[in-house]
C-alpha cells in the first residue's frame, strides 16, 4: 500500500507563503493526467477540481501514478512556448532569434527550461501581474507568424490557448516533475538538474524566476500595439508587391464564403490578414513546407507539384514572395519545373530515371483556378488507368510466367541459379521474383545440398577438409585445423577488398562533390540568363533561385545568389513603382 502524502516532510511550516504563491498560479479545473508507468495524457472530468495535495505531490516528485498538467482560466500569470525535440526550432540559432523577437516586443525576461527527460523546451514568459489569457495568446501568435515561426503543433506551441468556443484549450504540463531542469539560454547547457535538488530549492529556484524575471503588464499592453504596427509594415510591402490593378492579384472579398476548419488556418490568416478566397489552406501550407526543405520522403512527387502549385498562385507575404496567379500559367510551370529538378533530393525515382513523363502533372497544376474563377464545375481528372494500360500490363505479365516456366522445363531434372533461370527466360531479376511462386520451390530443394557439395577448404570445421582438396599432413602433429588456412586466406583477401571499396568510394564521393558544386553553379547561371524581361518572368525566376540558395555548397555560393535574389526583388520593385505611377490619376 502506498503512504499516505506527508505535505510538511517536503514543504515545512515555514514555507506555507511560498507554497500558496506557486498554487496561485495555476487554474485548477479541466486538468489532464499521464500514467508514470506509461501512456499517453488524457484529460479529467471537467467539474473535478485539482487539489493542493496533489499539485504538491506531483512537484515533489513523490506522486505514485501521474504527471500531471493545467490548462489555463481566463487570466493568467505566465505564458509558455513549447518547442518539441524535432522541431525546426530547437536550436541554438532560432532561440536566438525568438529571443531576439520577444525583445524588440518589449518582452526581454524569459526563462529556459527543459520540460522533461524527452528534451523539449519551455520558454517561461512571466507578467508580474495576470494578464487576459486570449488576448496574450493571440497577440504572441501574430507576433511569431510575422517573423515567420511555425505556431503549430509540433514546431512551436503557445500556452495559454483558449478556444474562440469557450474552451480552455490545450493542457500543459506542471513544472518541478521528474525530468525537469534548468537550462542556459546562451549555451542550452543544464544549471540545475531537479533530481538533484529537494522540493524546497526547486520551489525556491523557480519562484525566484517569477519574482525577479517578470515582464511588466504595461508591457503587455503595449504588446497590441507594436504587433499592429508590425501588421501595418507588411500591409504596405503587400500593397507596393502586389497592386490591385494587377490582374494576378488574388482579391480580397468581404462576402467570400468561410473556408473550411483547418489547423493552420490561423497560420494564413496571420499570413495574409484574411484568408484569400478559394485558398485551400493545407495544400497552401505544405506547398510552403516542400518550398522551405524540398522533397523528404519518397513518394511525394505528385503531391509536391499541387501544393507547390497552389502555393505559387497566392504568393508568400511572410517571405516576401510574390503572387503568381491569373496569367503566370507559364511562368508557374517553368518554375515547378525547374524546383523539382532541383529539390527532389533523390526522393522520386522516376525524376532520377529522367522518366519523360516524371513532370507531367506539372502543367495540370500550373492551370489551376479556385472554384470561384470557375463558370462551370471543372470535370475530374481520371484516376483509374486506361484500359489500354491495363491489358498491356496484363499481356507483360502472361508472357513473363510463359517464359519461366518454358525455361523451367529446360532445368528440369538438374541444379540452377536463379542468375541462370534469369538469362534462359529473358526477364529482368525483379520480374523473376516477382513471379517466384513457379520456381522457388524447386530453387529451395536444390540449395538444401548446396554446402554438402562444397569443398572442405571453404567449410571450416574440425575434420571438414575434402580428402581430394585439403594437401596431405608432413608432420605427426598438425600446426593448425584442416580449413583454416584458408579460412584466413578468405578472410584476409576479403578486408583488403573492403579496404580498397572504402579508398574507391572516399575519392568517388570527393568527384561527386566537386561535379555537384560544378553543376548548382552552372544551373544557377542557366537559370539568372533565362530572358525575364517582363515582371512575370522575373517573377518565376525568384522563386527557383530561392530554391537553389537552399542548396548552396558553400558560403561563397550563398552569397552568390543572394545578390542575384537582391537584384531581382529590386528590379521587381521599380517596375511595380513605375507601373503605379502610370495608373495613378492626374491631378
Known amino acids: 500500500m502506498p503512504t499516505r502524502f506527508a505535505r510538511q516532510d517536503y514543504f515545512p511550516q515555514g514555507w506555507q507563503t511560498s507554497v500558496a504563491q506557486f498554487l496561485g498560479l495555476f487554474h485548477r479545473y479541466d486538468y489532464i493526467c499521464k500514467p508514470i508507468s506509461g501512456g499517453s495524457w488524457f484529460?479529467?472530468?471537467?467539474?473535478?477540481?485539482?487539489?493542493?495535495?496533489?499539485?504538491?505531490?506531483?512537484?515533489?516528485?513523490?506522486?505514485?501514478?501521474?504527471?500531471?498538467?493545467?490548462?489555463?482560466?481566463?487570466?493568467?500569470?505566465f505564458a509558455v512556448l513549447d518547442i518539441d525535440v524535432g522541431s525546426r526550432h530547437h536550436n541554438k540559432q532560432s532561440l536566438q532569434k525568438l529571443l531576439k523577437v520577444l525583445s524588440d516586443a518589449n518582452l526581454p525576461h524569459s526563462s529556459l527550461f527543459r520540460s522533461s527527460t524527452s528534451g523539449g523546451w519551455h520558454l517561461y514568459l512571466f507578467f508580474d501581474e495576470p494578464v487576459n489569457s486570449a488576448t496574450l495568446r493571440e497577440q504572441l501568435a501574430k507576433l511569431l507568424v510575422l517573423h515567420d515561426f511555425q505556431v503549430t503543433k509540433g514546431q512551436l506551441e503557445i500556452f495559454p490557448s483558449p478556444r474562440r468556443d469557450g474552451s480552455c484549450g490545450l493542457g500543459l504540463r506542471l513544472p518541478l516533475q521528474p525530468g525537469f531542469a534548468w537550462l542556459n539560454k546562451d549555451t542550452l547547457e543544464v544549471e540545475h538538474e531537479r533530481s538533484e535538488l529537494n522540493a524546497t530549492q526547486a520551489l525556491e529556484l523557480f519562484l525566484d524566476l517569477v519574482d525577479g524575471n517578470s515582464n511588466s503588464y504595461l508591457a503587455f499592453r503595449n504588446l497590441r500595439s507594436y504587433v499592429q504596427e508590425l501588421e501595418h509594415r507588411r500591409e504596405i510591402t503587400l500593397a507596393r508587391?502586389?497592386?490591385?490593378?494587377?490582374?494576378?492579384?488574388?482579391?480580397?472579398?468581404?462576402?467570400?464564403?468561410?473556408?473550411?476548419?483547418?489547423?493552420?488556418?490561423?497560420?494564413?490568416?496571420?499570413?495574409?490578414?484574411?484568408?484569400?478566397?478559394?485558398?485551400?489552406v493545407d495544400n497552401w501550407y505544405k506547398g510552403r513546407l516542400f518550398h522551405l526543405n524540398g522533397l523528404t520522403a519518397p513518394s511525394q512527387r505528385a503531391e509536391a507539384i499541387e501544393c507547390l502549385g497552389h502555393y505559387l498562385f497566392y504568393g508568400d507575404p511572410s517571405r516576401d514572395l510574390p503572387a503568381m496567379g491569373y496569367g503566370y500559367e507559364q511562368e508557374r510551370e517553368w518554375a515547378l519545373t525547374e524546383f523539382l529538378s532541383a529539390r527532389h533530393n533523390g526522393q522520386s525515382k522516376d525524376i532520377n530515371r529522367g522518366r519523360a513523363d516524371a513532370?507531367?502533372?506539372?502543367?495540370?497544376?500550373?492551370?489551376?483556378?479556385?472554384?470561384?474563377?470557375?463558370?462551370e464545375q471543372a470535370a475530374k481528372y481520371r484516376t483509374e488507368r486506361p484500359i489500354a494500360w491495363i491489358r498491356a500490363n496484363a499481356n507483360r505479365k502472361s508472357d513473363a510466367r510463359r517464359r519461366i516456366a518454358e525455361a523451367l522445363q529446360v532445368f528440369k531434372g538438374r541444379k540452377f541459379l536463379t542468375t541462370e533461370l534469369q538469362e534462359a527466360a529473358n526477364c529482368s531479376r525483379q520480374t523473376l521474383y516477382k513471379h517466384q511462386d513457379l520456381w522457388r520451390a524447386r530453387y529451395e530443394d536444390i540449395a538444401e545440398d548446396f554446402f554438402a557439395s562444397c569443398t572442405g577448404e571453404y567449410n571450416v570445421v574440425v575434420g571438414g577438409g575434402s580428402a581430394k582438396t585439403a594437401p596431405p599432413s608432413t608432420s605427426n602433429s598438425e600446426n593448425m585445423p584442416p580449413g583454416r588456412l584458408a579460412a584466413r586466406r578468405i578472410a584476409y583477401e576479403l578486408s583488403m577488398r573492403e579496404a580498397r571499396q572504402q579508398k574507391q568510394a572516399k575519392k568517388a564521393s570527393v568527384r561527386s562533390l566537386e561535379a555537384a558544386e560544378s553543376d548548382w553553379l552552372a544551373k544557377v547561371n542557366q537559370v539568372s540568363s533565362e530572358s525575364a524581361e517582363t515582371p512575370e518572368k522575373l517573377k518565376a525566376v525568384l522563386v527557383v533561385l530561392l530554391a537553389y540558395l537552399a542548396m548552396a555548397p558553400n558560403e561563397e555560393g550563398q552569397r552568390f545568389v543572394q545578390a542575384r535574389i537582391a537584384a531581382i526583388r529590386s528590379s521587381l520593385q521599380e517596375a511595380e513603382c513605375q507601373g503605379l505611377k502610370v495608373v495613378r490619376p492626374p491631378p
Not at 472579398?253 to 490568416?269: L, M
Not at 513532370?359 to 463558370?375: D, T
Request: proline share 9%; hydrophobic share 40%; with cysteine.
Open 43 to 77: 484529460s479529467a472530468e471537467s467539474t473535478w477540481k485539482l487539489t493542493d495535495a496533489e499539485i504538491l505531490k506531483a512537484v515533489a516528485c513523490a506522486h505514485p501514478r501521474y504527471f500531471l498538467g493545467c490548462r489555463a482560466g481566463k487570466s493568467t500569470r
Open 241 to 280: 508587391m502586389n497592386p490591385p490593378e494587377s490582374s494576378n492579384v488574388v482579391p480580397i472579398r468581404i462576402n467570400q464564403k468561410p473556408q473550411q476548419a483547418s489547423e493552420f488556418a490561423d497560420f494564413v490568416k496571420a499570413v495574409f490578414q484574411k484568408i484569400p478566397p478559394g485558398i485551400i
Open 359 to 375: 513532370l507531367a502533372q506539372v502543367e495540370r497544376a500550373a492551370n489551376w483556378k479556385p472554384a470561384h474563377r470557375k463558370h
